[in-house]
DNA sequence: GCAGAAACTATACGCCGTGAAGTTTAAATA
DNA sequence: TATTTAAACTTCACGGCGTATAGTTTCTGC
């Protein structure tokens, strides 16, 4: 029977990982296009029809390929957040935001595939079973504006924000964890977000490329006039 | 001669205007992947290889098709920008802003092709050309920072941006535009250019969709707060 | 030792971009 | 008008892709 540590399966699980890993090596070299199943199996010696008694489709290839960068990036950007006290939240904010940039700028493959088109063809599983890391990177944004909504509060005294009715998303899942956060505090993460996603993104794309002022000092000073905006002191 | 208006000629024309219909209308419907020579002929009645008497590759009729779109993209947001008074910058921002996003998210697989990866295996004419649309997008964004410079000048107290020495991007031709916009008024334009972007971006590529709350009222929350942020009463 | 499952290959189909060569058609010229 | 020429287009071919089907080898548990 299938007793765990049987030679099968440890040759299963390798075969597996190799393939994987393959597939993160082509995308960092060549971009997303270059994860094809022949080029895989070219790398490694094997047919291409192969790598289907380990993955059902390219596609689910693709989606466990995400899986595992968008959970780099996760323990990235926890990591960073982990490490600055908690006592300085102008400082730890801008410590989540370097991460999130510093990731993005070592793996800018990485970041395609997560953030953008990624492979041709692909369709996402339908389920909208995002990714456990997807779930971590929201809770750590929601973390932020956790730690700016007692400094930014006063910003949306007009607003009327409500929760919604429904709530089959992420957001019921990360709500939990900040019970402080009112629904108006939902849109603060969606603003920091937005801005950092925005800056980082078009860094990325290459569209920052044209505008001859360093992106990593627009970026610094982006972050402290968010921090100041916040009416957080800034400090880091 | 190959007089203008000659039959030839007037064929030409048209059968290039149709491939680029064609092509535009494949990828509204299937998105940039759909942009395929062959389907395109197959649509048209022709054979593949007949387009390459228009474009030279696959990658030029895609650069053209860049071009196109983006340019209707800022036909969009000068018209918009236009139709506001001046007199009134928190409103005009606004109205750029939504017509922006407007076009966003009416054009969506448009947006993928400017700001996303666009087709498989795409490869950008790399003699750094950039649209001319890109220019004129990049001088609304310009326009954008202009119209708040005087009421945001003070956030940028402390800063020390410099014009670069060496000026080859888009910055150089959008400038002379501008001459009352120091070199901190490209970082409030670039400030403002990744707060839209970066909403519109998370929302086109549905990374918003797990988020509950409304895309559209986040948006006009955020715009307020935007125009707030830099100084100038909303009104809008 | 042997049945059966698991891993893998071979073959094939239809898709793609594109190069080379051949054919039709329309314009230009003498 | 007859002939040359060039443009428009097709046909065929190559190598790439994902993947379905069927066949082959190899290992495992009884």
Chains 1, 2 share one sequence.
């Not at 400082?91 to 990485?110: D, E, K, V």
């Not at 929760?163 to 009112?182: E, Q, T």
């Not at 950092?196 to 860094?203: A, F, Q």
């Amino acid at each position: 029977m299938g007793s765990t540590g049987g030679r099968r399966e440890r040759l299963r699980v390798e075969t597996t990982a190799e393939i994987k890993q393959v597939a993160l090596k082509l995308m960092a070299s060549d971009g997303p296009d270059a994860i094809t199943l022949r080029a895989i199996a070219r790398e490694m010696g094997m047919t291409a029809n192969a790598i289907y008694g380990y993955f059902a489709t390219r596609d689910d290839l693709v989606t466990t390929l995400i899986n595992e960068v968008y959970t780099a990036l996760a323990n990235a950007v926890d990591t960073a957040w982990a490490s600055a006290p908690a006592a300085d939240p102008a400082h730890r904010i801008q410590t989540w935001a370097r991460a999130f940039r510093g990731w993005a700028l070592a793996n800018p493959q990485g970041f395609r595939l997560i953030y953008g088109d990624p492979v041709p063809g692909y369709q996402a599983p339908e389920g909208g079973a995002a990714p456990d890391a997807a779930y971590r990177v929201c809770t750590g944004i929601a973390a932020l504006a956790d730690a700016a909504w007692p400094h930014a509060e006063h910003l949306y005294a007009g607003s009327d924000f409500q929760w919604p009715d429904f709530d089959g998303g992420l957001l019921s899942k990360v709500r939990p964890a900040f019970p402080d956060l009112p629904p108006a505090g939902v849109a603060l993460a969606l603003r920091i977000w937005g801005h950092l996603h925005g800056l980082v993104s078009l860094e990325i794309y290459g569209h920052l490329r044209t505008q001859t002022i360093s992106p990593e000092k627009l970026f610094q000073e982006e972050l402290a006039q968010l921090v100041r905006s916040l009416g957080i002191t800034s400090e880091g």
